[in-house]
């Protein structure tokens, strides 16, 4: 089963998702043992054919901590909170998460651009 973790202790995931903001980027990262990396890829790759297919979904994609990390880093990007809270918060999700090793840790975030003059461009 999978554990979660607040990235921020302060404002976790749970409090997040009442957000009205469109669009916005899940950051969510995962750490396992490493003898349980294959199931937690098995595992996140179901989860994200099943997020692939629900309303407001736009892309993800999975990065991995380099020199034998077994820190994991997903990015994805949702149309809204309310898309995203939808399709986290369903009953089938909810259910996939006991598909993962009893090692794994995630802590979701969720996060909106900002503007950095000359740097970054905002919504």
Same mark, same amino acid.
């Given at each position: 089963m999978l554990q979660l973790k607040p990235l921020d202790e302060y404002v976790p995931i749970f409090q997040q998702i009442s957000a009205d903001v469109s669009p916005v980027v899940l950051l969510n990262?995962?750490?396992?043992?490493?003898?349980?990396? &294959?199931?937690?890829l098995k595992a996140w790759e179901a989860d994200a054919n099943w997020m692939k297919q629900q309303p407001g979904y736009i892309s993800?994609?999975?990065?991995?901590?380099?020199?034998? +990390?077994?820190?994991?880093? !997903?990015?994805?990007v949702w149309e809204s909170v309310a898309h995203f809270r939808a399709a986290f918060t369903h009953p089938e999700f909810k259910e996939s998460l006991a598909h993962y090793p009893s090692s794994a840790v995630? +802590? &979701?975030?969720?996060?909106?651009?900002?503007?950095? &003059? !000359?740097?970054?461009?905002g919504p």
């Open positions: 990262v995962f750490q396992a043992a490493a003898e349980d990396i &294959p199931a937690l993800t994609q999975l990065h991995q901590g380099i020199a034998g +990390s077994t820190v994991f880093m !997903n990015y994805a995630a +802590s &979701p975030h969720l996060f909106t651009r900002i503007t950095v &003059p !000359n740097l970054c461009v």
